[in-house]
């Protein structure tokens, strides 16, 4: 697929172009400043959790949208919408967590672009009954000295409050599923599936695994990632500018991933925006 090249000093960040093959980034994830690569030097630090691409699994630093607007107002066969992916059809009772089906991508216009910067936005609507569900988004990411950030500003249009679930699902490349982890304050509590150390890191096991971290609500520490010695070592923080609700963690044998959430109800006109930032704060040279 074609993608945007972004570089800034030792950092260089390859993002999906989405104009070019919008249903081939597939319903799960926002395809506007979908970074698909971060290398950083010689080093790659980003993966895919399985070897052949698959747009549900993802790669790189992608964002999404979990609940489709709309979807609950939504008849069978009725159209609803997936954030920055663009329409889905109701083809059942329950959420298609997958994403489903694109019925219609939705249209990204490249509003301004730099060696180090990019700019997107798109907006679309869709009525069901007698109400209009909608949205614009402007997407933006930038390439900083010590790593890359990505912006995000949302308007909702819907005929009274709506649910919306957001959470970036960074994929940091590591040799198993043993190789990564991530400080949590002690507090907090992991769920089955995830297990703490003895220095109060929390990861996974080798061959892979799955659990949340809660009791972080309202936490505005940037997340501390320590990245797989095997693969040169280091941490990055992940700096989110609004309080959390909760982390998912996930990891492969290829990849490691933290996915920090917001949830909150969303009033019609509403907009808000928020940051997030990936920082190397350990650097070691390795090559990929």
């Known amino acids: 697929m074609s993608r945007f090249v972004l570089s800034k000093g030792d950092h260089r960040v390859e993002v999906f172009d989405p104009r070019v093959d919008p249903l081939a980034l597939g319903a799960r994830y926002v395809h506007g400043g979908y970074i698909a690569r971060w290398t950083w030097g010689d080093r790659c630090l980003t993966g895919r959790p399985k070897a052949e691409w698959n747009p549900y699994e993802g790669e790189g630093l992608p964002e999404t949208f979990e609940y489709g607007l709309g979807w609950s107002a939504a008849e069978e066969g009725q159209e609803f919408l997936r954030i920055g992916a663009g329409r889905l059809r109701r083809t059942g009772r329950n ?24 700019r997107v936005t ?21 390439v900083h000295p010590d ?54 890191r929390v990861g996974t096991e080798m061959s892979g695994g799955f659990g949340t971290v809660t009791g972080l609500w309202g ?70």
């Not at 997958?98 to 672009?113: F, I, K, M, N, T």
């Not at 509403?270 to 990929?288: D, F, I």
Request: one cysteine or more.
């Open 147 to 200: 790593g890359v950030e990505s912006r995000t500003r949302l308007c909702i249009a819907c005929p009274w409050s709506h649910p919306v679930f957001w959470f970036a699902h960074p994929f940091f490349r590591h040799a198993d599923g043993s190789g990564t982890r991530i400080q949590v304050p002690p507090g907090a509590c992991c769920s089955e599936g995830l297990a703490r150390g003895a220095d109060g």
């Open 95 to 118: 959420w298609p967590q997958a994403g489903g089906q694109l019925v219609s991508p939705v249209h990204w216009a490249l509003e301004d672009s730099a060696s180090d910067s990019l």
């Open 219 to 288: 936490d505005r520490n940037a997340i501390a990632v320590n990245l797989d010695a095997r693969q040169g070592g280091g941490q990055v923080w992940i700096e989110l500018s609004r309080p959390l609700d909760k982390l998912v963690v996930f990891s492969t044998p290829l990849v490691f991933s933290v996915e920090p959430y917001l949830a909150r109800a969303w009033h019609d006109k509403e907009e808000a925006e928020w940051s997030l930032r990936y920082r190397v704060v350990s650097p070691t040279s390795a090559g990929c």
């Open 122 to 142: 798109c907006k679309d609507s869709v009525r069901i009954g007698h109400d209009v569900y909608g949205y614009e988004l402007e997407r933006q990411v930038l």
